[in-house]
């Protein structure tokens, strides 16, 4: 396989000067840490880790709430809120998951009086919070296809009654901040987060934005920023660990010849959360055996709960993250262990277009992602 440099990646002597204050990103699973994380490349250095990494700009950990079946949710051991200046709480744009719990449990570690400023808007995936409510393709989020996610389904859609906050308008956000737990706001496109954005950005500590890739993307818009470039790879390998519907429509659509790892077959009807989870985990194994005969080759890893896994059987200790191919697609580098170096795309199982595997396999192998 051949493939050009990407600058910036590993090579901490080219980042750019920081220009943004330190941000710690805590998600409830690994692609949405990836995600979140990726509003902020090229302001600086952006790392995802096991651990937060002490010379980030921007640091996402994981705390791997989203896959389990029941809360507590807890930071990962030797995450230390109180190095940064700035947090941002990932949750998922569709609800999947214990967004509340995982808020919750975040929060406490963070400076009190502070304020949580929940928008898990991503218009560009269709997702949009429209008078306090969370709606997929116009659907409300519960009676979408995460509604039946096996894993970590979306058990509500309604903001308000979810963390028990207020809806109020962007205008009367800098009044709210730090005289209230938590408040909800409404944005249906990118403008509508960028007005957000540009309040939070200049708050302080005590407004801590709760959002999805839409609303960390926009942070990362107030911030001036240096694209990283990647060139053409002749070798893609596909790891699909997400058993989610719309996944299973882009596999059936993948062009013949793709190398690629897919899950078992699995009974809609009757698979559990265990089994979904245990699968998952399995397949990522697998995809990490065949890196090893396939050293050189970038991989695409579809699903959060199979990315961890991924990473794990790696020995990596982290991802620099360096872009998006597409929204809600980043990329990078792994960090640390016989796979450092290797360009990783992550991608979570339930958005995208039928075309969307196939597209980020052109991408990589014909064009330039910016």
């Not at 265990?274 to 697998?286: E, F, G, Q, V």
């Not at 872009?323 to 640390?336: D, E, Q, T």
């Given at each position: 396989?051949?493939?050009?440099?990407?600058?910036g990646?590993?090579?901490?002597?080219?980042?750019?000067?920081?220009?943004?204050?330190?941000?710690?990103?805590?998600?409830?699973?690994?692609?949405?840490?990836?995600?979140?994380?990726?509003?902020?490349?090229?302001a600086?250095?952006?790392?995802?880790?096991v651990?937060?990494?002490?010379s980030?700009?921007v640091?996402a950990?994981?705390?791997?709430?989203?896959?389990?079946?029941?809360p507590?949710?807890?930071?990962?051991?030797?995450?230390?809120?109180?190095r940064?200046?700035?947090?941002?709480?990932?949750?998922?744009?569709?609800?999947?998951?214990?967004?509340?719990?995982?808020?919750?449990?975040?929060?406490?570690?963070?400076?009190?009086?502070?304020?949580?400023?929940?928008c898990?808007?991503?218009?560009?995936?269709?997702?949009?919070?429209?008078n306090?409510?969370?709606?997929?393709?116009?659907?409300?989020?519960s009676l979408?296809?995460?509604?039946?996610?096996?894993?970590?389904?979306?058990?509500?859609?309604?903001?308000?009654?979810?963390?028990?906050?207020?809806?109020?308008?962007v205008?009367?956000?800098?009044g709210?901040?730090g005289?209230?737990p938590?408040v909800?706001?409404?944005?249906?496109?990118?403008?509508?987060?960028?007005?957000?954005?540009?309040i939070?950005?200049t708050?302080?500590p005590?407004?801590?934005?709760?959002?999805?890739?839409g609303?960390?993307?926009?942070?990362?818009?107030t911030f001036?920023?240096?694209?990283?470039?990647?060139?053409?790879v002749?070798?893609?390998m596909?790891?699909?660990?997400?058993?989610?519907p719309?996944?299973?429509?882009?596999?059936?659509?993948?062009?013949p010849g793709?190398?690629?790892v897919?899950?078992?077959?699995?009974?809609?009807?009757?698979i559990?959360h265990?089994?979904?989870?245990?699968?998952?985990?399995?397949?990522?194994?697998?995809g990490a055996?065949?890196?090893?005969?396939?050293?050189?080759?970038?991989?695409?890893?579809?699903?959060?709960?199979?990315?961890?896994?991924?990473?794990s059987?790696?020995?990596?200790?982290?991802?620099?993250?360096n872009?998006?191919?597409?929204?809600?697609?980043?990329?990078?580098?792994?960090?640390?262990g016989?796979?450092e170096?290797?360009?990783?795309?992550?991608?979570?199982?339930?958005?995208?277009?039928?075309?969307?595997?196939?597209?980020?396999?052109?991408?990589?192998?014909?064009?330039?992602?910016?």
């Open positions: 396989m051949t493939c050009s440099a990407l600058p990646a590993g090579d901490r002597s080219t980042a750019p000067a920081r220009v943004l204050p330190s941000w710690l990103v805590v998600a409830d699973d690994v692609t949405g840490a990836l995600d979140s994380a990726v509003g902020f490349a090229g600086g250095v952006v790392e995802y880790g651990t937060a990494p002490a980030a700009d640091a950990v994981s705390t791997g709430s989203r896959a389990m079946a029941s507590p949710v807890a930071l990962p051991a030797g995450v230390d809120p109180a940064f200046e700035r947090l941002y709480i990932k949750i998922d744009s569709t609800l999947r998951g214990w967004p509340r719990e995982h808020v919750e449990a975040v929060m406490t570690h963070w400076h009190p009086g502070s304020t949580a400023i929940i898990p808007a991503a218009p560009a995936l269709g997702r949009i919070v429209r306090g409510r969370v709606y997929v393709d116009d659907e409300p989020a979408s296809a995460a509604g039946r996610d096996p894993i970590s389904p979306a058990r509500a859609d309604l903001l308000t009654d979810l963390f028990g906050a207020a809806l109020i308008p205008s009367a956000l800098p709210a901040i005289r209230v938590a909800v706001v409404d944005a249906a496109t990118d403008a509508d987060l960028d007005a957000i954005a540009a939070v950005a708050a302080g005590k407004a801590v934005a709760v959002g999805s890739a609303l960390s993307a926009a942070l990362g818009r001036p920023r240096r694209p990283s470039r990647l060139g053409r002749e070798d893609v596909l790891v699909v660990t997400s058993v989610h719309v996944t299973r429509v882009q596999v059936s659509e993948l062009d793709a190398l690629v897919l899950p078992p077959q699995l009974d809609d009807e009757r559990t265990d089994d979904a989870l245990r699968t998952a985990r399995s397949t990522a194994t697998r055996e065949l890196l090893r005969s396939k050293p050189g080759a970038a991989v695409i890893v579809v699903g959060g709960d199979g990315t961890d896994s991924f990473l059987a790696v020995g990596a200790e982290g991802i620099i993250v872009g998006a191919l597409l929204p809600g697609v980043p990329f990078g580098r792994v960090r640390g016989p796979a170096g290797t360009i990783i795309v992550t991608k979570s199982g339930g958005f995208g277009t039928p075309d969307t595997l196939n597209d980020l396999i052109h991408i990589l192998t014909e064009e330039t992602p910016k």
